[in-house]
């Protein structure tokens, strides 16, 4: 396939046959560096993954590298901050891993994609001067990613790390994965302003066909949840469990208020299960009624939980939690908390994944301030790229990582971020490192 920017390189094309990623000894990769921090952030990543990967397996296998643009290197090669080509690319390749890119949030009509400064006119940065990244605003990037590939899980594992600072005294139990549904509820973009035609048009149609006023002030937002979206997201978790011999998943909802879409998702989760999966999982309900509440040998408990009380019991008893299914708005504000409990988002993985493509991401932002200063923590992109290799059959390669994270926490080798709360726990023996220093202190501790 042809591209005019993307150069595929040499190396192994991965395919998608028989439901299974088929991937050889040099399987090609997209990367996408990102936007501010991204461009420190992602070549540590790479040259930790490159390093994993040839340890793991005595040079015998590598990844092929594949550059493709998006955000500023975007707007710079193509014109444009979402270049059409950069979604064929990744769909062509199957798997590919990014930094964070910039995101409007204010209603001006221009963003700087250097420095993220919104201003009312294109042309130079009224804050950084520069005059080749100034663009009109836009959805978000990663959103249009998810969107645009039918990327309609957000999987977020959650895992606690020891020797990082933590809120919570149960910090240690937590270790869960959470499955977020990408591409309806609110991400469905269904907004409408208050006073437009299609707010008004909503408005008179509810009065007219239940009875019930929306002040006409109004603005309006649609939330749809479908069978055929629900489905589909909560067969990945359960696959995820059964694949990976985890105890339970749990259908998050706020179905006591909303019954027909948050009730529905839960409602749907069963039977999908029951379905799809009636040999290997156990409802709550059977669990109790039926089995005097001794779970049957092999088997993998199916539960569900109103979302606001989740939130709670995360906090309190997070060892009850292995795999966790929630709709997009509800997942969304699950993910950020939960990785909170582990001391934040630093060290937080999360891809985006259809059956066949995956894209995996740094969870955080862009901070530009600390471009080019190989300042900040890698982490998130580093255990992402640890969570690709486990997609890719890669354990050894992600073990290595794993354990190289870890042993440079438990050790002390940690970024400005880290340190700070570490030595603001009194401990002494914390050595301050850049972000390139992670990686390395990551790559002389695998094993």
Same mark, same amino acid.
């Given at each position: ?186 991400? $469905?973009?269904? &907004? !409408?302003?208050?006073?437009?035609? /299609?707010? =008004? @048009? ?6 007219? *066909? ?62 999908? $299960?029951?379905? &799809? !999966?009636?040999?290997?999982?156990? /409802?709550? =309900? @059977? ?6 509440? *001794? ?62 493509? $995956? ?89």
């Amino acid at each position: 396939m042809e591209f005019k920017e993307v150069k595929i390189p040499a190396g192994d094309l991965i395919t998608y046959e028989n439901g299974k990623l088929v991937i050889g000894d040099n399987p090609i990769i997209g990367v996408l560096r990102g936007d501010g921090i991204g461009l420190d952030i992602t070549p540590v990543m790479q040259t930790v993954v490159d390093a994993a990967v040839g340890k793991a397996y005595d040079g015998k296998r590598a990844i092929a590298w594949c550059p493709i643009y998006s955000g500023l290197e975007g707007l710079q090669r193509y014109g444009s901050e979402f270049p059409e080509e950069s979604v064929e690319a990744i769909r062509y390749l199957k798997i590919a891993i990014k930094g964070p890119f910039t995101t409007p949030i204010g209603e001006e009509t221009h963003v700087c994609l250097h420095c993220a400064h919104q201003q009312y006119h294109g042309g130079k940065c009224d804050k950084c001067g520069k005059d080749d990244g100034v663009c009109e605003r836009f959805r978000s990037i990663n959103v249009r990613f998810r969107q645009h590939l039918d990327l309609f899980a957000c999987v977020r594992p959650v895992k606690y790390f020891k020797g990082v600072p933590s809120p919570n005294k149960y910090a240690d139990k937590v270790d869960f994965v959470i499955f977020r549904e990408n591409t309806e509820d609110v991400y $469905a973009g269904y &907004d !409408f302003e208050r006073g437009s035609d /299609t707010a =008004k @048009a909503i408005i008179e149609l509810i009065k007219e *066909k239940t009875g019930r006023e929306i002040r006409p002030d109004s603005g309006i937002g649609v939330k749809p949840i479908s069978e055929f979206g629900t489905k589909r997201l909560v067969r990945k978790a359960l696959e995820w469990a059964k694949n990976n011999n985890l105890p339970s998943v749990t259908l998050v909802h706020k179905g006591n208020i909303m019954k027909f879409t948050e009730g529905s998702f839960a409602k749907w989760g069963y039977e999908l $299960a029951a379905e &799809d !999966f009636g040999d290997t999982f156990v /409802t709550e =309900k @059977a669990l109790w009624d039926e089995m005097d509440g *001794k779970m049957p040998a092999g088997k993998i408990l199916i539960k569900d939980r109103i979302a606001d009380s989740i939130f709670q019991q995360i906090q309190t008893r997070p060892g009850e939690y292995s795999v966790l299914a929630l709709p997009n708005l509800n997942g969304d504000y699950m993910s950020d908390a939960a990785i909170a409990l582990v001391g934040g988002l630093g060290l937080g993985p999360g891809a985006n994944m259809s059956d066949e493509v $995956a894209l995996f991401e740094a969870t955080h932002g862009t901070a530009p301030k600390y471009t080019g200063m190989d300042k900040v923590n890698p982490g998130s992109i580093i255990l992402s790229a640890e969570m690709m290799l486990r997609h890719m059959g890669w354990t050894e390669a992600a073990d290595m990582i794993l354990h190289g994270v870890e042993k440079a926490i438990t050790d002390g080798h940690v970024t400005y971020d880290l340190a700070r709360l570490m030595k603001g726990e009194g401990r002494e023996d914390v050595t301050e490192v850049s972000c390139s220093g992670f990686g390395q202190a990551i790559i002389d501790r695998m094993s």
